[in-house]
């Protein structure tokens, strides 16, 4: 009989982890750390609850809330609100599982969480987002604060909604503090922490790009999949260097440039506009000759020969199928800017390629991802010491971290994993194995085990 998982996305997280340190040389000089991944992988505290909020015809509306506080071994818990109706606990969880080694790449003080709710934002008047949004925190605030657990936005959780529920958080609990990141400017919130994970995605990739001897990303064509915060600033990026940016995608399509068309930033500024009222791409004016709209599809087997990948809308996004297509259309590199964007099957396909003389490369949202966070963390440190930055000093300590991320990701690739002469080294492998030591051991020394 099959086996049918009660938590697939959690247990696909997991897989993905363990299969990596079992293919190093980690638990043969470490048996003891197999051990610490018993610990690892139980959260330390599930939050659960009801919200309970009234919508614009006065009815009572009913969702599901949750925090899943997963590692506080390096700092106070840290990760994001999703809002979005597939929420679930295996869906928070893999999302908490994976924040904790990505928060330890970093380099930052921060714990891994993740929380949300399975409340569906699109077709809401901005009253009833207001109303959902106090509801929730009235009943989060009392698990949460600036030195325990700092939440911030996820899908379908902007400035907005972030603001909405400081102000609950305030009122609540008769605190200003920095209880939450992605803040508005003008009270605690950080320069930069917008363009974040997009540019940090963009900054990895330059490294892998660079690593490869393969030039820049001047010149080449990138394939990228969603339209909200992380797809936007990816491909404001990817433009700013030069790059030509093909597809961008949202929950009911693809929008894919076709023949010499390339998404320019007043495109994707509009694309913005459009995705801030909840709406879908079929309202972009440009959706005529230029760029052609494919209803219910993934942009990947529809962009041709791309160099880069970068899927940035959700998980699983990428199936082994889209994998096999992007490799044979000479893709050369696919990071996530999504967390677990691609199947296990579709890492494998790009595992192999790596392998084989194709040496295409693939890094894992953990990696590559982590500049949102990392920023989030800047957010904190500012608001400790009530200082703000300049966007020129937060841009350069996200770049200095996406390097750190990379270097440590082949550093630990190259010293636990076998490789043949010339190969590219595993940046899954190297990723997990770095995240992994940082936080098993700092768990030692706390005696989270022994
Ligand atoms: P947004 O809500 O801003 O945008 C999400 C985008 O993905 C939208 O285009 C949305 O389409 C699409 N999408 C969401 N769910 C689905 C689905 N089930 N099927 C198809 N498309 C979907 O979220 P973000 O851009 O912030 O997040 C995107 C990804 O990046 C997520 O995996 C998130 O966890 C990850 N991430 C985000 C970070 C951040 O700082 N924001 C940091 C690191 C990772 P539609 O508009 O139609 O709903
Ligand atoms: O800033 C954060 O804590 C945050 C928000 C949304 C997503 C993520 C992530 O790393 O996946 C982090």
Known sequence: MSHLPAEPEFEQAYKELVATLENSSL?????EYRTALNVVSIPERIIQFRVVWEDDKGNLQINRGYRVQFNSALGPYKGGLRFHPTVNLSILKFLGFEQIFKNALTGLNMGGAKGGADFDPKGKSDSEIR???????????????AETDVPAGDI?????????MFGAYRKERNKWEGVLTGKGLDWGGSLIRPEATGYGLVYYVEHMIAHAGKGSFKGKRVAISGSGNVAQYTALKCIELGATVVSLSDSTGCLIAEGDAAFTPAHVNEIAAIKLA????????NATAQFKYIPGARPWVHVGKVDIALPSATQNEVSKEEAETL?????QFVAEGSNMGCE??????????????????????????????????????????????????????LQQIMKNIFELSIANAERYVKAEEGELPSLVAGGNIAGFLKVVQAMHDQGDWW
């Not at 909840?278 to 004016?285: C, D, E, G, N, V």
């Not at 490799?327 to 893709?331: A, D, F, L, P, Y």
Request: glycine share 14%; with cysteine; charged share 25%.
């Open 278 to 285: 909840r709406k879908p791409l079929t309202q972009f004016s």
């Open 131 to 145: 109303r959902f949004c106090e509801a929730f925190m009235r009943r989060l605030c009392q698990h949460i604060g």
């Open 344 to 397: 296990q099957a579709a890492i494998d396909v790009f595992e192999a390629a790596r392998r084989g003389k194709g040496g295409v490369w693939y890094a894992p949202g953990k990696a590559s991802n982590a500049g949102g966070v990392a920023v989030s963390g800047l957010e904190m440190a500012q608001n400790s010491s009530r200082f703000n930055w300049t966007a020129e000093r937060v841009d350069e300590r």
């Open 327 to 331: 490799v044979k259309n000479g893709v």
């Open 27 to 31: 638990f043969e000089e470490h048996p």
């Open 156 to 164: 379908g959780v902007g400035g907005r909604e972030i603001g909405y």
